[in-house]
């Protein structure tokens, strides 16, 4: 099974700063074969990106993600009050389909 | 617009079956290019699959959960379904239904629509 796993727990930023979470994966996920997701209170996850890098429909060029082999990076240039919220990375490699613990984005 | 949505008792007892089903509208659960997942989120924590089916039958379960559960489709009713057995408080969970996008017509893919979800709760 790959471990994912996601730093920091917490990241607290201001509205208009860049926020960098991490994914690392216990062994290589083949071909990229990670999404982002988004999760607001109350609501299901949404995708953002996949294929590490790919934006899913209707998501800002703000948004991006980057990576290969064991480091993914999901990064949001700036900040909106709309971005704050929980992010989960997924890969979608190998059987079982596993997600990182998440990275809370709070506000400053 | 895809759009999923699960039903099912909201609360059972331990020991019982939990049964869910997720009604799809917007597209076909008989199309080839999609696998049907379950997942849930036990509440305030983390995400983890459970399973997921194409409606050929090919099936796919999570290891820690595969002795418990069974999921299905039913393409005349465009909807697939969870049952997961012999509950324990353990199982309290938000239960989500998503479509799995097969990427280039791969055997994997990752979830691109998801239903809003349905908290069960196992009561003692």
């Known amino acids: 099974e790959i471990v994912l796993t996601q730093s920091p727990g917490t990241l607290s930023l201001s509205p208009g700063e860049r926020a960098t979470l991490s994914c690392r994966a216990s062994?290589?996920?083949?071909?990229?074969?990670l999404a982002w997701y988004q999760q607001k209170p109350g609501q299901p996850p949404r995708l953002l990106i996949y294929?590490?890098?790919s934006r899913a429909t209707g998501i800002p060029d703000r948004i991006s993600g980057s990576g290969s082999g064991t480091d993914f990076t999901l990064i949001i240039s700036r900040l909106e009050p709309e971005d704050f919220a929980v992010y989960y990375c997924?890969?979608?490699?190998?059987?079982?389909?596993?997600f990182g613990q998440g990275t809370k984005l709070e506000i400053k | 617009q895809v759009q999923l949505q699960e039903s099912g008792p909201g609360l059972v007892k331990a020991s019982e079956t939990l049964s869910l089903t997720c009604d799809v509208s917007?597209?076909?659960?008989?199309?080839?290019?999609?696998?049907w997942s379950w997942i849930r989120q036990p509440p305030g924590k983390g995400l983890e699959w459970i399973g997921y089916?194409?409606?050929?039958?090919?099936?796919n379960y999570n290891p820690s959960l595969k002795s418990r559960i069974t999921i299905s489709t039913d393409t005349s009713k465009n909807q697939f379904s969870l049952k997961l057995t012999s509950v324990t408080a353990a199982d309290t969970a938000i239960y989500y239904c998503?479509?799995?996008?097969?990427?280039?017509?791969?055997?994997?893919?990752?979830?691109?629509?998801w239903g809003q979800g349905i908290l069960v709760t196992v009561s003692s």
């Open positions: 062994q290589s996920v083949c071909n990229s074969y």
């Open positions: 917007g597209g076909s659960v008989g199309s080839g290019s999609f696998y």
């Open positions: 089916i194409h409606y050929t039958g090919t099936i």
């Open positions: 997924q890969q979608y490699c190998n059987s079982p389909y596993t």
């Open positions: 998503a479509r799995v996008f097969l990427w280039f017509g791969a055997s994997k893919g990752y979830f691109d629509y």
């Open positions: 294929g590490a890098s």
